[in-house]
């Protein structure tokens, strides 16, 4: 079973930055692709950046590309989300996820429901 872990999020005034961790515990998430998807208030959750289980591949959802990055260390089983230029709409919960149905064909998905670990989500809230 794998836990995931997420930190970093908080309160940040538009156009500041906050950097989330999610840390992995119980397996090694190492051969998963992982990604970062978000929920706001009566609203779906969608995906937000995705990264390959080597952390050479990363897919972005339109509304976040050139301003958040993400990235993984294999070695300390963590994933990252850099976030730079926050606007108001991204206030969210961000939830750390990993999938296990990630191929090296398809080594990324932006599906939420192909996602099979979940963090509990951490609060972002972006004041204009």
């Known amino acids: 079973q794998v836990q995931l872990v997420e930190s970093g999020g908080g309160l940040v005034q538009a156009g500041g930055s906050l950097r989330l961790s999610c840390v992995a515990s119980g397996r090694s998430v190492s051969s998963y692709g992982m990604g970062w998807l978000r929920q706001a208030p009566g609203k779906e959750r969608e995906f937000v950046a995705g990264v390959s289980w080597s952390g050479k591949v990363t897919h972005y959802a339109d509304s976040v590309k050139g301003r958040f990055t993400i990235s993984r260390d294999n070695a300390k089983d963590t994933v990252y989300l850099q976030m730079d230029s926050l606007k108001p709409e991204d206030t969210a919960v961000y939830y750390c996820?990993?999938?296990?149905?990630?191929?090296?064909?398809?080594?990324?998905?932006?599906?939420?429901?192909?996602?099979?670990?979940w963090g509990q989500g951490t609060q972002v809230t972006v004041s204009s």
């Open positions: 996820a990993a999938s296990t149905r990630t191929t090296s064909i398809v080594v990324i998905t932006t599906d939420p429901h192909e996602y099979d670990y």
